[in-house]
């Protein structure tokens, strides 16, 4: 898979640009010196092929999968005050291995510097968990930031009260309105958001840079 195929930098929403593709589809580089915002997914949380569709859409893909159609999901990296690289990955998806993979092979950000935000409990957004526990990866206390309705049910529903239990995550509590430092310039603030609450409550995120400011809502009842 071609790192580049499934993470896009937002340079109009966000904080500086990474390397895009030019007219002739040659990879082009640009020094980065600030935040930056990726689109690691932008599917439904079913993906893409669908399960039980049908269509020539979907058809093909059962045949010929694509490796850019991902399930919506956002990275942030930015520097600490010492110069160190941090990030933060919106959602967990079922995608997660290789939205993961494809986040850190441009930045070269340990576990230990990487954060998770929840946005709610549908499976699209938070069963990608599973590949931190020891089945999978045998993460160490990687943070996993949601609210409390959704910590509670993480912490008293398996599999995922064993990613607690054996510390391969560590929650951390999401408080609305109320902003969360991911490095030295960016703020990340959680919005409450009308949506089908079944297991916990729905955010979106305000991500605010240096400059700029993006507004993060997978999910939300009109």
Not at 23 to 50: C, I, N, S
Request: hydrophobic share 40%; net charge neutral; aromatic share 8%.
């Amino acid at each position: 898979m071609h790192r580049f195929q499934i993470m896009v930098v937002l340079s109009l929403l966000a904080f500086g640009l990474s390397a895009c593709f030019d007219g002739a589809g040659e990879r082009q580089e640009y020094a980065v010196d600030g935040p930056l915002l990726h689109v690691l997914g932008t599917l439904q949380d079913g993906g893409a092929p669908h399960i039980g569709c049908n269509r020539p859409c979907c058809r093909n893909l059962f045949l010929r999968p694509a490796t850019d159609r991902k399930v919506v999901c956002l990275g942030v990296t930015d520097t600490t005050a010492g110069g160190e690289r941090v990030g933060a990955m919106f959602e967990a998806t079922p995608d997660f291995p290789s939205q993961l993979q494809a986040f850190q092979s441009d930045w070269d950000i340990p576990l230990e510097r990487l954060s998770v935000f929840l946005t709610h409990a549908h499976i699209g957004h938070y069963s990608g968990l599973m590949f931190l526990g020891r089945e999978a990866l045998g993460a160490k206390n990687v943070e996993v930031w949601a609210m409390p309705r959704f910590r509670d049910f993480l912490t008293t529903n398996g599999p995922w009260s064993q990613l607690v239990e054996l510390g391969n995550i560590r929650l951390k509590a999401l408080t609305e309105n109320q902003h969360i430092a991911i490095g030295a310039n960016v703020r990340v603030i959680p919005l409450r958001v009308p949506h089908r609450d079944e297991y916990s409550e729905t955010v979106g995120y305000r991500i605010e840079g240096p400059r700029n400011t993006a507004l993060f809502i997978p999910d939300i009842n009109k």
